[in-house]
């Protein structure tokens, strides 16, 4: 039988759609994932401050070029919490320079999967430079964006578990300028101003990133456990006077107990010292990350 004109041309239309589809996809315009993670470094909607409410937060996780299952890990624990409301948040791994030549393969297949990497030119290190880096370097890798890009940049740890929307909803009341925002060491201290905030992830506003770039006063002295330099730096520029401590919502896994650790419990922002795969289930399965999970007849979870 011969086919209609109507079948001929659904047929034509079809291979169109076809075509179509086939060229955004050489052309990388078919995104590969649905995420919180951004495959852009700034926020893509972003691009007027003026008229732009939401809060624009770049966080920024320290890690190493080897932890590529820490860092899989971390993309399924933030890409899976709801998009906070009112903010954009963007998610990066920060390593230094690339020295094996499996780091080199691996990592280059990170990138072209999520490409959220940042790769500063440094030498791998966490007490010798590599916070200062990050933060003097971001200015330039976002010039070509809106201004200022993010409001607020966090650095983080691998080994930190950040409960996004809670993290939001306490900065969205707070100044946008001269804020510096953690936990704040000595654990019993409750005064921000004594001494520094701690290096499982504490947050600045973007005027002190631009701040650092700026100085001599990081490059005078970085060497020393990175938090207590930055809080340093703090201290002699007469910067972060806007100061947060978001203790006891902040806060170590309770084993080993310390005096920076606690329970886990509902007002959480951050968890620091999850070393092992074990800690990192137990805390989220506390916060029952998992009650979004939709029901299918392709798996069975008892």
Partial sequence: MEPSNTDKGRFIVSCFLILIFL??????QVPPHTSILSNKLSPTTATNTSSDNNLRILIGILTLPDHHL???????????????????VDVKFVLCNLTKEEQKVLVALEIMRYDDIIILDCEENMNNGKTLTYFSSLPELLNDTASPPYHYVVKADDDTYLRLNSLVESLKPLPREDLYYG?????GSMDPFVRYMSGMGYLVSWDIVEWIRDTDIPRKGFEGPEDKVFGEWMREGRKGMNRHNAKWSMYNFPEPHTKCSHELWPDTI?????????????????FNVTRHLKWSKFYHIA
Avoid: D
Wanted: net charge positive; proline share 11%.
């Fill in 183 to 187: 936990y704040v060491i000595p654990c």
């Fill in 70 to 88: 820490r860092r899989h890990l971390l993309r399924l624990v933030y890409g899976t919490q709801p998009p906070p409301p009112g903010a954009i």
């Fill in 270 to 286: 951050a968890v620091h010292l999850l070393k092992n795969q074990e800690k990192w289930v137990r805390t989220l399965k506390y």
């Fill in 23 to 28: 060229f955004m996809l050489a052309s990388n």
